[in-house]
Antibody, heavy 129, light 109 residues
């Protein structure tokens, strides 16, 4: 059974650095095609993708947030860590991690996408002084 | 970066009726890169459809997806009480970027 769970501080002060950890089980992030994505959702608003890390330790970030985000993984601990620098009250949101699967299509010379099929329950982060 | 526009913003229907939700992209892409999610209040999103038309594991067959190019559709054939939720379409880009639509709220009439 695949599970993911986010953890981290519930309250962060403006300008501080936020660090969130996604602890997962039931799959290996070193398996070809496996990825872990981070998504957030401000209260009452839509989902916003932040970034993802893949099996090959490649990282990809939202264009609007890339200068503030870092994603890393510890394969031995089955954890993915998201850090966000210089937080602001607009960063108040529920933060989710999710497993994402890709598969290389040799005929198309590109990846097929299988969606974010398992999500953590989310962790709520409030940015306030 | 592709922008996804979902319509309508809110859809009011009764149980037993059919629902049609639309997702339009700012530029065309391969249908393999389109997914749909359902989100209920206080819960994480749940994957419904990937590759525009493939149901995820455990998703009832009253949910179906279709479309290509810039126009994609999620159809719920006979609404059950548990289907009233917010639905998001999502694109995975060839340059590894991901975008979500703004969501369609499906509410009980």
């Amino acid at each position: 059974q695949v599970t993911l769970r986010e953890s981290g501080p519930a309250l962060v002060k403006p300008t501080q650095t936020l660090t969130l950890t996604c602890t997962f089980s039931g799959f290996s992030l070193s398996t070809n095609g496996m990825c872990v994505s981070w998504i957030r959702q401000p209260p009452g608003k839509a989902l916003e993708w932040l970034g993802y890390i893949d099996w090959d330790d490649d990282k990809f970030y939202s264009t609007s947030l890339r200068t503030r985000l870092t994603i890393s993984k510890d394969t031995s601990k089955n954890q993915v860590v998201l850090t966000m620098t210089n937080v602001d009250p607009v960063d108040t949101a529920t933060y989710y991690c999710a497993r994402m699967t890709l598969s290389y299509d040799w005929k198309e010379s590109n990846y097929d996408y299988y969606g974010m099929d398992v999500w953590g329950p989310g962790t709520t982060v409030t940015v306030s002084s | 970066e592709i922008v996804l526009t979902q319509s309508p913003g809110t859809l009011s229907l009764s149980p037993g009726e059919g629902a049609t939700l639309s997702c339009r992209a700012s530029q065309a892409f391969r249908s393999t890169y389109l997914a749909w999610y359902q989100q209920k209040p206080g819960q994480a999103p749940r994957l419904l459809i990937y590759g525009a038309s493939n149901r995820a594991t455990g998703i009832p067959d009253r949910f179906s997806g279709s479309g290509s190019g810039t126009d994609f559709t999620l159809i719920i054939s006979r609404l059950e009480p548990e289907d009233f939720a917010v639905y998001y379409c999502q694109h995975y880009g060839s340059l590894h970027s991901i975008t979500f639509g703004q969501g369609t709220r499906l509410e009980i009439k």
